[in-house]
């Protein structure tokens, strides 16, 4: 539908012929179409909608709003809301991220996705993300993180709209948002550990790469779990901590 309703007009009819391949293809549905049917449609276009603006962030909050910037707070993993703005969108973050692996540093980049980083930043100050488990691990795909509860359905209690990159953009080392859907990303993030997590459609929030420890990238996809989607990994995956090294 993306492709064949490209330029139609209100008013207007457009038949889409979809072929067996990328329809039902010689599994068929059930009674209702038969193996290697082709599907017709014939839509009538009444209305066509302007995209949504792109999501903004509000104005730097105080202080005393934001967990402290050495991460000295107490731990806290549910939040009522999204946090206020506690990062400079002008600055480059960097964190290390301490698992039983070995340690990996990344720089994540507001300029690209503000609330995304933000989000991290902020729950990373607060311990969010210290001695959790990853709970999903593919080879050459994807190791994927920060849910507490370690179900692969936790969250810090609020949902970040998306930051979506241009298709293409996804690299070995890049630090992606993990979603349920459109605008339903939270505390649960990715880090794409082979081509195929590379060729993902532009469907997540892109927020950082790695820069240093892409050898302790390379030992986590060595024991993800080929089978059951990744969960859970071959071995135990766990963060022992997320810190902030640079950005105010």
Do not use: W
């Amino acid at each position: 539908f993306d492709e064949g309703l490209l330029g139609a007009r209100v008013g207007g009819l457009r038949q889409i012929d979809i072929p067996p391949a990328l329809a039902y293809g010689d599994a068929g549905a059930g009674d209702v179409i038969p193996p290697g049917a082709t599907l017709t449609f014939v839509v009538e276009i009444l209305e066509v909608s302007k995209p949504a603006p792109p999501p903004t962030i509000g104005p730097l909050a105080d202080p005393s709003e934001c967990p402290p910037t050495d991460g000295s707070g107490e731990q806290q993993q549910e939040f009522e809301a999204y946090p206020p703005t506690c990062i400079d969108v002008d600055e480059t973050y960097t964190v290390e991220i301490v698992t039983n692996f070995g340690t990996i540093v990344a720089e994540l980049d507001p300029g690209r996705a503000p609330l995304t980083v933000n989000s991290f930043v902020t729950l990373a100050r607060y311990r969010y993300f210290d001695d959790t488990e990853c709970h999903r691990a593919i080879p050459g795909f994807v190791v994927q993180c920060g849910d507490p509860t370690a179900t692969g359905a936790g969250g810090p209690g609020y949902a970040i709209p998306d930051e979506l990159p241009e298709a293409g953009e996804y690299e070995i080392g890049s630090l992606a948002m993990a979603n349920a859907g459109p605008n339903t990303s939270g505390s649960q993030f990715f880090i794409i550990t082979g081509d195929r997590g590379a060729q993902l459609p532009p469907s997540y929030s892109l927020f950082g790469e790695v820069v240093e420890g892409m050898d302790v990238v390379a030992a986590l996809d060595a024991v993800g779990n080929p089978e059951d989607n990744g969960v859970p990994p071959l071995e135990e995956i766990l963060i022992e901590s997320v810190t902030v090294v640079s950005g105010t």
